[in-house]
T-cell receptor, first 115, second 112 residues
Framework: DGGITQSPKYLFRKEGQNVTLSCEQN?????MYWYRQDPGQGLRLIYY???????QKGDIAEGYSVSREKKESFPLTVTSAQKNPTAFYLC??????????????FGPGTRLTVL | QKEVEQDPGPLSVPEGAIVSLNCTYS??????FMWYRQYSRKGPELLMY??SSGNKEDGRFTAQVDKSSKYISLFIRDSQPSDSATYLC????????????WGLGTSLAVNP
């Protein structure tokens, strides 16, 4: 089955720890994205990557880091510098054509809780 | 003022009703419009997308774009309890179609 997988589904972190969220896609999409979703605030873009070994900051990148070493994978690290990391994290991908639609397809999400 | 406004609801309707969900926006450069459905604790799934103005129909779902009013709508006919979810609108402009601007989502409950 083609799709996007995220792991783990639930993650608990102690304050001061870094954690890494996994995102893998087998859709052969060029672009990948990380969003954070909080109640009442909608989806906010953390980072996105248009191509391997390249990524750009989104609207709320502070306290997060990413890498894009393979087309299929776009892991997100939530560092101890992120002040309020408890949230639902969503990974997405898109074909990233130069023109036209750029529909984004989402994974099932990871719920991160800081204890 | 947010670039995209969407009433969070909740909206509660009886089964079989016609549902109307709406978003307004302020950026006249937006050209691509999408509707996503998100079930509780799941990732959003793409329902409909439209380009510029006009209507698009897919089964029980119809998406409308009125660029002159900066207003988009999603209609659900013969609503079912399985339609109970949060509906998110998203849009982008041609110059930066990678960056989607999102509404906050409308929570819909269809009661049997």
């Amino acid at each position: 089955d083609g799709g996007i997988t995220q792991s783990p589904k639930y993650l608990f972190r102690k304050e001061g720890q870094n954690v890494t969220l996994s995102c893998e896609q087998n859709l052969n999409h060029d672009a990948m994205y990380w969003y954070r979703q909080d109640p009442g605030q909608g989806l906010r873009l953390i980072y996105y990557s248009q191509i391997v070994n390249d990524f750009q900051k989104g609207d709320i990148a502070e306290g997060y880091s990413v890498s894009r070493e393979k087309k299929e994978s776009f892991p997100l690290t939530v560092t101890s510098a992120q002040k309020n990391p408890t949230a639902f994290y969503l990974c997405a991908s898109s074909i990233d054509g130069l023109q036209g639609y750029n529909e984004q397809f989402f994974g099932p999400g990871t719920r991160l809780t800081v204890l | 003022q947010k670039e995209v406004e969407q009433d969070p609801g909740p909206l509660s309707v009886p089964e079989g009703a016609i549902v109307s969900l709406n978003c307004t926006y302020s950026n006249s450069a937006f050209q691509y419009f999408m509707w996503y459905r998100q079930y509780s604790r799941k990732g959003p799934e793409l329902l409909m997308y439209t380009y510029s103005s006009g209507n698009k129909e897919d089964g029980r779902f119809t998406a409308q774009v009125d660029k002159s009013s900066k207003y988009i709508s999603l209609f659900i006919r013969d609503s079912q309890p399985s339609d109970s979810a949060t509906y998110l609108c998203a849009m982008s402009n041609a110059g930066n179609n990678r960056k989607l601007i999102w509404g906050l989502g409308t929570s819909l409950a269809v009661n049997p």
